[in-house]
């Protein structure tokens, strides 16, 4: 059975920093491009940033570029986003994501999906 289970998200004031985790199994995560979606309410949801699966490649969205850092550890099969000055329009839901067919900011081409977890940025 595929998981991906995410954790780390919450509360936090602007300016500050939280580290996502996404702990994968049921697949060959190796294999996998893994990536970070979210979606705030009222809005589509939105591509943050990807990670090729040796963690070599990676993508950003225009909006967490310079802030925000993906990285992987296929070891313990585990993807992570390091989010740092944190600001109230960061505030979303954010879930994790695993694709085979390499790095893409389009949500149709990842095939597994986390059930996602809040970040709050308060001003």
């Known amino acids: 059975q595929v998981q991906l289970v995410e954790s780390g998200g919450g509360l936090v004031q602007a300016g500050g920093s939280l580290r996502l985790s996404c702990a994968a199994s049921?697949?060959?995560?190796?294999?996998?491009?893994t990536g970070w979606f979210r979606q705030a309410p009222g809005k589509e949801r939105e591509f943050v940033a990807a990670?090729?699966?040796?963690?070599?490649?990676?993508y950003y969205g225009t909006s967490v570029k310079g802030r925000f850092t993906i990285s992987r550890d296929n070891a313990k099969n585990t993807v992570y986003l390091q989010m740092s000055s944190l600001n109230p329009e960061d505030t979303a839901v954010y879930y994790c994501?695993?694709?085979?067919?390499?790095?893409?900011?389009?949500?149709?081409?990842?095939?597994?999906w986390g059930q996602g977890t809040q970040v709050t940025v308060s001003s």
């Open positions: 994501v695993a694709g085979g067919r390499g790095l893409s900011r389009l949500d149709s081409l990842y095939d597994y």
């Open positions: 049921g697949f060959t995560f190796s294999a996998y491009a």
């Open positions: 990670v090729s699966w040796s963690g070599g490649t990676t």
